[in-house]
C-alpha cells in the first residue's frame, strides 16, 4: 500500500509505504522503484520526499538504497526526512 500527494507544483510526498507481513522481504526495492517511477511519470515533481522513524534502519536502508538522500528531520523533529531530487539525480 502506498500513498503519495502531490504537495507542490515541485514536490510529491509519500506519506506511506506499507508493505503487508507476509510479503515483507520479497521485492521491496522493486515495489519502492516502481513507485518511484509511476510518481515521476504522472506528477513530474523535481522531488519525492519521504520520512521514517529515526529507529526504522530497515526503511532507512531501502530508502537509501533507491536514490533517497537525506535531508535533516521534520518539523517536529521527530523523524527523518529523506529526499530524490531529479535536478541533481540521474538514477530511477
Known amino acids: 500500500f ?11 510526498e509519500i ?3 506499507m508493505i ?3 510479503f515483507q522481504l520479497k521485492g521491496r526495492t522493486i ?3 516502481a513507485i518511484i517511477k509511476e510518481i515521476k511519470n504522472q506528477n513530474k515533481p523535481e522531488i519525492i520526499e519521504i ?3 529515526q529507529s526504522n534502519t530497515v526503511a532507512e536502508a531501502l530508502y537509501l538504497s533507491v536514490g533517497f538522500k ?3 528531520m521534520d518539523e517536529d523533529g521527530e523523524e527523518k526526512l529523506a529526499v530524490i531530487d531529479f ?3 540521474t538514477q530511477t
Open 31 to 33: 515495489a519502492l522503484l
Open 87 to 89: 535536478r541533481n539525480h
Open 51 to 53: 520520512c521514517y522513524s
Open 70 to 72: 537525506e535531508n535533516g
Open 15 to 17: 506519506w506511506r509505504f
Open 2 to 12: 502506498t500513498m503519495w500527494a502531490q504537495t507542490s507544483d515541485q514536490m510529491t
Open 20 to 22: 503487508a507481513h507476509k
